[in-house]
């Protein structure tokens, strides 16, 4: 009885206190996508190669209010939960709100995973203080709230209320993953889902026919997570020297400036290659629809690397998980040109299977990576999302994008870290 009453005890707070952050989660996520679709329309009438500059302006102001606004978000929400005990500042959600809408909304390359990790956090941080719930939780207990408001707010803003949960737990470490943190971040991610799906939209991400995996075209799914592997990892050599040429110009007296520079980069990106713009999950969704010439595909590859490289290396506020997927699918793209005709579903599994790879590669997140594409399209490409992410991670888990991922550690937080009128099962005789 006694070993029961400890286990009621700990799946009871968890599921109260995951399922209210994961709320705020979803509600973090529908604000941003509501700021990002106003700025967008804001921006409509500014020419395409100078809406990036307002943006990096926008955020620039914004640095002086909160330093945190800059960069996509990931690598502080890493350490806040690895070094801080989960601590975000709570002004950080409207700071990083209303920087990442202007950066993506005018036309910034970039993704939002960031964002959401960092307001997630920040909400739960906000719902920490509160009277009647931080008197049960110390300071392990709010380090994994953090990892729940960062669930709730991709799970909702990716539909992927299984693999949300996953990948806020799994890009903390190298190559680990804790039940502590994944089993109520999942909860959390599934109430942000749910909450999103009320409110806004249920829909999947992309929309793809349907197709059923075959043996014989397992080499071809191999051979799209190679590539798109490979390619991975030179977007993030690419960006990890923009982002050391961007140091280096803060110590010459450009700090806090570099946004700018950034959208200035960005906008010569877009004045030829204006698919390059924002998040990138328009053209993908084109690309799966229809097919474009091999030329065309790998110009828009290398302005997608740039443009990001630019926008997030130089402290714009946006993420790199949508614009890894936008590689891999630009990949598969470029492998079904030679390998199917462009009319069966085949064309569609070798994007999935580059898009898989591309984020196992890129996030280092190998097993979140296939869990949230089946979830963003469809139960009939999981066997090519499965591969592709295997044989991504395989490839690029050396080259982390997130330096400060934290390395392995098998006997990471050991039971006496844990409370132990939460954790301990046993009586004393």
Known sequence: MEKMRYGNKYMMKWMFFATLVGIGGGLSALALNAAIDAVTFLGVRVPIHLAPIIGGVIVTLLYKFDPDVFGSGSAKYIDSVNLYQGHVKRRTWIAKLIASASTIGFRGSGGVEGPMLLMGGSTANFISKWKRVSKWIDKEDHRILTVCGAAGAIGAIFRSPLGGGIFAAEILYKSSLHYSDVFPAILSSSMGFIVYSTLGTSNPMFAMRDYVTTPTNVFYYILAGIIAGYISVLFMQLFHKVEYFGDWL????????????????????????????????????????????????IAILIAKMLATSFTVGFRGSAGLVIPALFIGAVVGGILSNYLVDGTNGLSNALMVSGMTASLASVANVP????????????????????????????????????????????DFRVAKDFRKSDRYFETKD
């Open 250 to 297: 803060n110590k010459h007296g450009l700090e806090g400036y570099l946004p700018i520079l950034g959208g200035i980069l960005t906008g010569f990106i877009l004045l030829y290659y204006p698919s390059a713009a924002g998040t990138g999950t328009d053209f993908i969704q084109s690309l799966i629809e229809h097919s474009y010439g091999t030329s065309f595909l």
């Open 367 to 410: 097993i979140a990576a296939p869990i949230m594409l089946i979830e963003m399209v469809g139960f009939q490409v999981g066997g090519s999302a499965v591969i592709g992410s295997v044989v991504g991670y395989i490839v690029g888990h050396r080259k982390v994008v997130y330096i400060n991922m934290r390395s392995d550690d098998p």
